[in-house]
């Protein structure tokens, strides 16, 4: 048991009290050192809100032990062989399906637009689907506030559009996993409609009702509360007004979800990927936030449920009920978890999930999604480094950069269209030569980035229009919508581009969402025309990993670790070895080795060893694979 006389190396020890502190100091942008160095080390964790430069009050070490004391686990280390899984091996494509293909001329994208899409698909390598949310739902967040789990969105198609997909997709020797989104439905869903409306009835405790709300705020701006008029109580909403947060304490409820999860697959789906699945434990008596975390998070409340005290309980049950009998997949969006909770959520002897997505990658330390900053590879070297080096063999990694919640990596990185490609072939060989899953979302293999809008009636996400009215009431609208425009999420879901022709061959009308003019000059069309582009590029790189299979499970064995823009890996196991070498800068980079071997993957397309130079320097952004004698 932790208690406020503990030392800060004990909390630290902890797998959780490692991920809070390591989370606070990267939102603080303060160096890990600051708390692992052995003086500091020796202290106790009383003053740590001090260390911390005073941004954290007192009530943070209480609120740290409540969080560190319901957990003492640590994840077993070994040297074990990883088990070998179809998942650890596969290539997933993200679909966001409102933004893909529409069929139909409504200026959406449908099920029918993705099935006519499939072979392109399959050309790319891929073996595994994810779609975004597809079920019956007023769209209040695209898709993620499911009014009927039974039904398909109108907009998308129909149950039989669906179950054509699904053999068109597993006729083609690829998976398919749904998003699975129970953290909440939508307010217009019959069990919250039977909630507020027969309060007496089973359905009266599905959701979270109180009599006062308490001081956490939504993720979509404002209060996470509604005041319910037929209930004269408030009900919990972590993001926007029409998505009511579930009360998973409810076994009658929880019951209810493994039906639907079973129905979904019985159908034959092959697994899930699971909304903000870390959220769905809620701690009792839902206390207020504590303030200094809520000013520096931009969140109040986050702590008493992003690693709530029955998530491993309800996982768990999920996995042995539901997801084992089907020999399901499942992948959770987990934001917050750090690396600690992740293998603590993932490992396989637990049985909870496959896999997770953790997002400390995405922004570098002391930013946040709505920062406008350029983005330092040196700091995804240190991730990776640290997740390939300590994660462990019983959890597999994910590995992607975008979704359809953030603004294209290219972008964030280096604005400067003379990099594009170059870049975002270098992200793919990252991405598609360390150990772990690949994401793709889609757009990244035609190396898109984010779209010009000009006003905020061309914004539709709601996060981003909650936040400018919120940023209105402080500052001028153009600055709010600039800021708006730094970290909006409709960056990622302009409509895929197909073609060159009109509305990007996505669609024959004006699609719902804006797009510029970009998809003139980068298009699948186009590129799949180029031998030398990033799509030709991708479909390589993805054949290279099916042939080279030591990338799913050798080892990851990293080199010069403390050269700033130089990334250089090993990937070996008895049969095989292949060296990576990356040049995170813009300038050229000296090589501290020549790699001897055959040169399998570059994303220059000038012949390497044309020139001398080109021995001694890696190019700008350079990226090479080669195969080397193990
Ligand atoms: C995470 C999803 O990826 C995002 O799009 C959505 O808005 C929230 N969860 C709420 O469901």
Same mark, same amino acid.
């Given at each position: 048991m932790l208690t406020k006389k503990s030392r800060i190396k004990d909390v630290y020890a902890n797998p959780i009290g490692r991920d809070i502190i390591n989370r606070m100091l990267l939102q603080m942008n303060i160096n890990r050192k600051a708390v692992t160095n052995p003086i500091v080390g020796n202290l106790k964790i009383m003053v740590l809100p001090k260390l911390l430069k005073n941004q954290l009050d007192e009530g943070f070490v209480d609120t740290l032990l409540t969080l560190l004391n319901t957990e003492d686990e640590t994840v077993r280390s070994t040297d074990e062989i990883i088990p070998r899984e179809w998942w650890k091996e596969a290539v997933f494509y993200q679909i966001y399906p409102r933004s893909f293909k529409d069929s139909n001329g409504d200026g959406i994208g449908d099920l029918q637009g993705i099935i006519s899409k499939l072979d392109y698909i399959k050309e790319l390598g891929i073996d595994a689907i994810w779609l975004s949310p597809i079920y019956d739902s007023p769209n209040d967040d695209n898709g993620y506030d499911i009014r009927d789990y039974h039904k398909i969105m109108s907009d998308f198609g129909t149950m039989e559009d669906f179950d054509k997909l699904l053999t068109e997709i597993h006729n083609r020797g690829m998976r398919l996993i749904m998003d699975l989104v129970v953290n909440h439905t939508s307010d217009e869903h019959k069990w919250y409609q039977q909630a507020i409306h027969?309060? %007496? +009835? $089973? &359905? *009266? %405790?599905y959701y979270i009702f109180k009599p006062q709300p308490n001081n956490w705020t939504s993720f979509f701006s404002g209060s996470a509360w509604n005041y319910v008029e037929e209930r004269n109580q408030y009900a919990l909403h972590l993001f926007s007004k029409k998505q009511m947060d579930l009360n998973w304490e409810n076994e009658a409820l929880r019951h209810e979800i493994h039906d639907m999860v079973k129905w979904w697959l019985e159908k034959g789906v092959d697994g899930f990927r699971l909304d903000v699945i870390n959220y769905i434990s809620k701690r009792k008596g839902l206390p207020d936030g504590n303030k200094s975390i809520g000013k520096l998070m931009g969140y109040y409340g986050v702590e008493h449920y992003f690693y709530g005290p029955s998530l491993h309980d309800y996982l768990h049950e999920l996995k042995e009920k539901v997801f084992m009998p089907y020999n399901a997949f499942s992948v959770g969006e987990t934001p917050g978890a750090g690396m600690e909770m992740s293998k603590l959520l993932t490992a396989d002897y637990r049985k909870e999930l496959d896999m997770v997505f953790s997002f400390d990658h995405l922004e570098t330390p002391g930013h946040t999604r709505y920062d406008d900053y350029q983005y330092d590879l040196n700091y995804l070297k240190s991730c990776m480094v640290n997740w390939m080096e300590n994660y462990g063999n019983h959890c597999q990694p994910s590995l992607f950069y975008e979704n359809h919640d953030n603004p294209r990596m290219i972008s964030k990185i280096n604005a400067n269209q003379k990099y594009r490609y170059v870049l975002g072939k270098l992200l793919a060989v990252i991405q598609l030569t360390l150990r772990g899953t690949p994401f793709i979302y889609q757009g990244q293999e035609l190396g898109m980035i984010n779209q010009c809008f000009k006003t905020i009636s061309e914004i539709r996400d709601v996060e981003s229009l909650n936040l400018y009215d919120e940023l209105c009431n402080t500052m001028k609208e153009e600055e709010a919508f600039s800021k708006i425009l730094t970290g909006s999420r409709d960056h990622a879901r302009t409509p895929m581009q197909w073609s060159g022709e009109q509305y990007a061959g996505f669609s024959t009308v004006k699609p719902w969402i804006m797009m510029d003019e970009d998809y003139k000059s980068c298009n699948a069309k186009l590129q799949l025309q180029d031998e030398n582009s990033i799509l030709r590029f991708f479909q390589k790189l993805i054949a290279l990993r099916k042939e080279y299979k030591v990338i799913y499970y050798g080892n990851v064995i990293v080199s010069n670790k403390k050269v700033k823009d130089l990334f250089t890996y090993y990937r070996k196991d008895e049969n095989e070895a292949l060296y990576i070498e990356i040049n995170l800068s813009t300038t050229n980079k000296k090589r501290t080795k020549h790699p001897k *071997?055959? #040169? #399998?993957? @570059?994303? &220059?397309?000038? %012949?390497? #060893? +044309? @020139? $001398?130079d080109r021995l001694s320097f890696l190019r700008p952004y350079e990226a090479n694979i080669w195969a080397i004698y193990p």
């Open positions: 027969e309060p %007496d +009835s $089973k &359905y *009266g %405790d *071997g055959r #040169l #399998l993957l @570059s994303n &220059y397309t000038e %012949d390497i #060893l +044309s @020139s $001398k």
